[in-house]
């Protein structure tokens, strides 16, 4: 091989690497900003720990819990059993459904799935009164959200489907 070559390869490639280092260089990826979940308002104001009971219900099959210590268990139907994990991660769906809209009030409810609703939750607190009642209903348009209402405070709104999801797995699993 010749030298002259040789030197000419290895300055065109000492001339790349050089190039490539002074401007080929990526930006560092910035996180992905979102809508922090404190600027929508909980459905229910507070803290899973918070949560002293809960029956849920999807018109054929109701189960309540209730918390005994610092865990949750099914207390009816009696003899039923649900794995842990499920149970928490319904619990922590419950404590952290958000509302992102609110319908109009005076709309028939038929039109949302809520004349009967699809579930019936009823939450019980540490700080006793009344449970907290909401009823799921369908889907809305975009599948992304679902409408539910909450008697309590003659409301009509939108959350998220994972609220859906955790309940349905629950139901399903109840045995």
Do not use: H
Not at 73 to 99: H, Q, T, Y
Not at 137 to 150: D, E, F, I, K, Q
């Amino acid at each position: 091989m010749n030298w002259k070559r040789l030197a000419f390869w290895t300055v065109l490639a000492c001339g790349l690497c050089v190039y490539v280092l002074l401007f080929e260089r990526t930006e560092q990826q910035q996180p992905v900003t979102g809508m922090p979940a404190e600027t929508y308002a909980r459905v229910f104001p507070m803290e899973a720990s918070a949560i002293t009971g809960v029956l849920v219900s999807d018109g054929e099959k109701t189960v309540r819990l209730a918390r005994t210590g610092s865990e949750m268990s099914v207390v009816e139907p009696a003899g039923a059993r649900v794995a842990p994990d499920i149970i928490e991660s319904l619990v922590n769906a419950i404590a952290g459904a958000v509302v992102i809209d609110e319908i109009e009030p005076g709309a028939d409810d038929s039109q949302y799935g809520l004349s009967p609703p699809a579930f019936t939750l009823q939450v019980q607190t540490n700080a006793g009164g009344e449970p907290a009642a909401l009823l799921v209903g369908a889907s809305a348009p975009s599948t992304v959200n679902m409408y539910a209402r909450l008697p309590q405070q003659n409301r009509t709104i939108l959350l998220g489907t994972y609220l859906r999801f955790s309940i349905r797995t629950f139901l399903d699993n109840v045995k």
